[in-house]
């Protein structure tokens, strides 16, 4: 069966960082896009970005460019992103997906396996 696991999430201090992992098995992935999304209390899950197994750059959300980067380890199934310059408004439960979303899609109802979601909370 698919499963897609979450490690890495903590508490940090303004300005600090992370590093999150998503390691993924249950199948072969290779046509799937790992996407991460975010969700703090109360709002709706965000897309943060994504890569493809297949090849290519990872692409963001405009709200987290330049302090978050996705990348992976094909020998490890392994998904990862490195945030840094973290503020409070980082703060919410992360997850990791695959799914093979439309081309630029940012939605969340086009990943069809999850994560159990790892917390990130940076104090101020």
């Known amino acids: 069966q698919v499963q897609l696991v979450e490690a890495g999430g903590g508490l940090v201090q303004v300005g600090g960082s992370l590093r999150l992992s998503c390691a993924a098995s249950g199948r072969t992935f290779s046509d799937d896009a790992m996407g991460w999304f975010r969700q703090a209390p109360g709002k709706e899950r965000e897309f943060v970005g994504g890569?493809?197994?297949?090849?290519?750059?990872?692409y963001y959300a405009d709200s987290v460019k330049g302090r978050l980067t996705i990348s992976r380890d094909d020998a490890k199934n392994t998904v990862y992103l490195q945030m840094n310059s973290l503020n409070p408004e980082d703060t919410a439960v992360y997850y990791c997906?695959?799914?093979?979303?439309?081309?630029?899609?940012?939605?969340?109802?086009?990943?069809?396996?999850w994560g159990q979601g790892t917390q990130v909370t940076v104090s101020s």
């Open positions: 997906a695959a799914g093979r979303p439309s081309y630029g899609s940012t939605s969340y109802r086009e990943y069809d396996y």
């Open positions: 890569i493809w197994w297949s090849g290519g750059y990872p």
